[in-house]
């Protein structure tokens, strides 16, 4: 990629289509407490902080926390969410850390390495702010049982396993696990109008980069399958989603 995907576009809707399922922030937020043995001490940085999903509810677990994006829309939103808890947000760009050497005690990346214009780079940024012994805490969400999620992705070759790829680029970087992965799962529902209007917008960062045609290739093979297989657009396709975080110390 040439260029970092700046999330812009998303900020009016991101909330509502990428957020958790109410309750399972405090869920998330546990998960990092545990990778990252976060306390009122920790000096936290996370790159890609978007609308503040994962600083909002990780944020008062540490001592301070550095949010940086490239997109104003979505710390915007962030700030009007913030209600007191002091996030400090800057804009600006992974790949070029505003911070010193040695700054923080942990980073954190979810959702954000393959949107970069250079993932391998902006991990060396991050062991270049980490202090010694600080950690990098990956975060990922995931899902299973979407056929015509599947059925989208193979029709515009979309990478189709995008968590694996970037989990293998940590550690074929050198980050080295610490821990093991913390992960829950819980219920998700889709429909298919769902999962058709999501497309129909470009919701979703996978069809900003499509070409025309790739795009209506993958809008007519995805229409003809909900066709084929569903009476019902509203039929309620049951899936588990999961949420994981990772800890990483830095390349030796
Ligand atoms: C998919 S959103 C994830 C937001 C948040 N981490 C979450 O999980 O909800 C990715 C965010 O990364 C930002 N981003 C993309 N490239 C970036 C870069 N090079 N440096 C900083 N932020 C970047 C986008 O603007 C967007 O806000």
């Known amino acids: ?9 998303a900020a009016g809707y991101y909330d509502a289509t990428r957020g958790f399922p109410p309750g399972l922030e405090a869920q998330a937020a546990q998960l990092f407490v545990e990778a990252g043995g976060l306390s009122a001490q920790t000096r936290a940085l996370e790159i890609g902080v978007g609308t503040g999903r994962i600083a909002l509810p990780v944020s008062p677990y540490v001592g301070s926390y550095y949010g940086v994006d490239i997109s104003s829309a979505m710390m915007a939103v962030l700030r009007s969410r913030q209600d007191g808890r002091a996030i400090r947000l800057l804009e600006g760009d992974a790949l070029r850390l505003p911070f010193a050497d040695a700054s923080f005690d942990a980073v954190i990346a979810v959702h954000v390495l393959h949107l970069v214009a250079d993932a391998s780079a902006v ?6 702010v980490l202090r010694p012994g600080g950690l990098f805490l990956h975060g990922w969400n995931h899902h299973t049982g979407s056929p015509v999620g599947r059925v989208w992705e193979a029709a ?27 992960a829950f799962t819980y219920p998700l529902r889709r429909t298919p109008r769902e999962f058709l209007e999501g497309m129909r917008a470009k919701i979703w960062s996978s069809c900003w980069n499509l070409t025309d045609q790739q795009y209506e290739v993958g809008v007519r093979t995805t229409e003809a399958f909900v066709d084929a297989r569903y009476d019902d657009l509203d039929a309620v396709i049951e899936m588990t989603g999961g949420f994981s975080v990772q800890a990483y110390l830095p390349p030796a």
Request: charged residues 30%; hydrophobic residues 35%; positive net charge.
């Open 1 to 9: 990629m040439t260029q970092s995907i700046s999330f812009d576009r």
């Open 123 to 128: 991990l060396r940024e991050l062991a270049r």
């Open 156 to 182: 515009v070759e979309a990478q189709i396993d995008r968590n694996a790829h970037y989990i293998r680029l940590v550690t074929e970087s050198g980050w080295r696990p610490h821990g093991g992965e913390r």
